[in-house]
């Protein structure tokens, strides 16, 4: 993904700046930004919340937890999907760690209880935390979290 080239004029202030950003997507995609692609599919729009899987735990193994979805990723980033109509609408990202500090705190509050989240037919149950849409913007739960 080229960068882009802008005409310097006196608006051009925060070019270098920008030029940071801009380069944090390119790395992001193109070089040492590994990224989590989620997709929530329609049940986002009704209830107003993002399923964020956390572990599992195997029935059929003296109930053996295992790290799933955010606790077992190695990606920098965590990449949502909003889909409604098989349509993507909306799209979040977030810094796998400032997400795994948001879930610890909301955890540690308990201001979200981690639930069990379906597979619940098969060998194991998956179990994570649903988050309110609005957390990922609330300005307490960036001010929380320190790089």
């Given at each position: 993904?080229?960068?882009?080239?802008?005409?310097?004029?006196?608006?051009?202030?925060?070019?270098?700046?920008?030029?940071?950003?801009?380069?944090?997507?390119?790395?992001?995609?193109?070089?040492?930004?590994?990224?989590?692609?989620?997709?929530?599919?329609?049940?986002?729009?009704?209830?107003?919340?993002?399923?964020?899987?956390?572990?599992?735990?195997?029935?059929?193994?003296d109930d053996k937890k295992v790290a799933s979805g955010l606790?077992?990723?190695?990606?920098?980033?965590?990449?949502?999907?909003?889909?409604?109509?098989?349509?993507?609408?909306?799209?979040?990202?977030?810094?796998?760690?400032?997400?795994?500090?948001?879930?610890?705190?909301?955890?540690?509050?308990?201001?979200?209880?981690?639930?069990?989240?379906?597979?619940?037919?098969?060998?194991?149950?998956?179990?994570?935390?649903?988050?309110?849409?609005?957390e990922f913007y609330d300005i307490k739960n960036i001010d929380?979290?320190?790089?």
């Amino acid at each position: 993904m080229p960068r882009t080239r802008h005409n310097m004029s006196p608006f051009d202030v925060d070019l270098d700046w920008a030029a940071v950003r801009e380069q944090e997507v390119v790395d992001m995609f193109e070089h040492n930004g590994s990224i989590e692609v989620k997709a929530e599919r329609d049940q986002w729009y009704r209830t107003g919340n993002i399923a964020v899987e956390l572990y599992r735990i195997y029935k059929n193994d003296d109930d053996k937890k295992v790290a799933s979805g955010l606790y077992a990723t190695g990606a920098y980033w965590w990449w949502i999907s909003l889909v409604l109509d098989n349509v993507t609408r909306r799209m979040i990202t977030i810094k796998v760690k400032e997400l795994k500090s948001m879930i610890e705190k909301f955890n540690d509050d308990k201001k979200y209880k981690i639930i069990p989240m379906g597979d619940k037919d098969s060998s194991f149950t998956t179990y994570g935390m649903l988050v309110p849409i609005f957390e990922f913007y609330d300005i307490k739960n960036i001010d929380d979290y320190k790089e």
